[in-house]
């Protein structure tokens, strides 16, 4: 099942807001409100046109050779893979999500197109998240990282056709850098040698974030109204610039799609009015500077605040003036420019409950240590994706520590706040807060 649902309706509703719930239902119509106010209007007909694109009616016969994900069977004596074997692979030894819509059994965010294998939005976009699949999210789920691995290793065994290079792309399981990728396949079209190529490891914001806010990717240093940009990934996933640009009115859609997305609710315990009250009260006085207000009527605002909170610098740090006057001299930058800005764009909160781990690195993999920085595991493993994993009490994942990667059991698989680019430092302003303080402010974010 996924949490893909029905599109919302956009008009934003008045609501009382500033007086305590008086009961559960009272509780559960505010957050059926909260989630409806909107900067832009998106056309129904676009958004599920977005939305079937979204889910893999691609165009053009770009993507990776069949062949050497099918040559991957060598690597253990499984011999050449038939294509249902790849797909199987990918979901049991990748993580790719389980699509149960496609016949052939090929996972989210991946498409046979004649002999060659297309990876879509989704492939990065998209998580399972207590047991669920979420679109929009992040990318947890996918080890990038084994994937690349191990095609490196049939690259040596000499012959084979490898099909997509993920070389300093992953750092640790959902986070990459995916503006790296980008600039240095870019480079290799317009050549620009002062560009920088390292932007540490992102993963994304939420999709469903961007209808309440103006700047988009992590720094802010775009807009929300470009489209472009979004697809620049596809050079890194074999498409060329005129395939991408032949995708302008899907993306168009997409963007549609992602105006119109619905936010996912928390369903995994039942909330408690009054401590709801004291930590909406209390995000009022302490996070909405920054994080915006999202009840209270006609007060409910987002001020796209981008400010330095002492977290991991890299990925803002590198985007210099050159990295943005390069896109804005671009078709990328041409619909919406860029600009560079000294810090991240303090996020949209809505649905966070559903993007563990936290940061734009994903450094953190609860609330609670976003909460508390002293919690804050430094070497550190998810434990999986089932709702088991999930914890619902610290709200985000559960995890196991380690003093090494090595002593766990998949070094791919491990999380090291040590390396540069991964640093899980900064944003301490709840440390201040008492234990009771805590827990009544994830009491609120989980109903965002
Ligand atoms: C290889 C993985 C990957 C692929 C493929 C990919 N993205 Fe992304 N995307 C990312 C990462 C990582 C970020 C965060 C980058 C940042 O802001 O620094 C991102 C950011 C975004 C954002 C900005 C969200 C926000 O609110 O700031 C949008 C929108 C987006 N991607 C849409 C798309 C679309 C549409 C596609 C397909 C055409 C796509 N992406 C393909 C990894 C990917
Ligand atoms: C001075 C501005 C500021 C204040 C005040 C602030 N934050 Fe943040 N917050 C940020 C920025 C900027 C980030 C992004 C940091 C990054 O990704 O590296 C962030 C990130 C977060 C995240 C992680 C979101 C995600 O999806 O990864 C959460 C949760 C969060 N803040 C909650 C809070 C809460 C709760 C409070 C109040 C106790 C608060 N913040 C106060 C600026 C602020």
Known sequence: MTRWMAAPLLTALGCAGGTEPTSADDLQARMDDIGLLSHFEADADSAAAGEAWLWGETTGTWGFPMAGFQALGLLDGAGVLSVVDV???????YGFLRNP??????????????????FTCLSCHADRVAGEVVIGGSSGSVDWEALGTDLAVLANIGNIEVPLALEGFTGAP???DAWGLGYQLAKQQVPAPDINEDFGYQQSPAWWSRRFKHR?????????????????????????????????????DAWAAMIRMPI???TL????????AQGEALFASTCAQCHGHYSGGADRTFPDRVVDVGTDPIRHEQMRAEEVDFINASWFGEDAPFEPTEGYLAPVLHGVWATAPYFHNGSVPTLWAVLDSSTRPEVWARTGHREADYDVEHVGLRYDTYDEPGDAPDATRVYDTRVPGLSAAGHTVGDALSDGERTALIEYLKSL
């Open 216 to 252: 988009l990717y992590l720094d802010g240093s775009g807009s929300t109204a470009s489209k472009r940009t979004m697809a620049a990934m596809y050079l890194g996933y074999g498409a060329s610039l005129e395939q991408i640009q032949a995708m302008e009115p899907d993306l168009d």
């Open 269 to 276: 315990s039942t909330l408690d009015p009054e401590l709801w």
């Open 174 to 176: 959902g986070t990459h």
């Open 101 to 118: 819509a496609d016949p052939l059994g090929a996972p989210v965010g991946v498409r046979p197109v004649d002999s060659r294998l297309q």
């Open 264 to 266: 996912p609710q928390w």
């Open 87 to 93: 797909y199987d692979r990918l979901k049991d030894q």
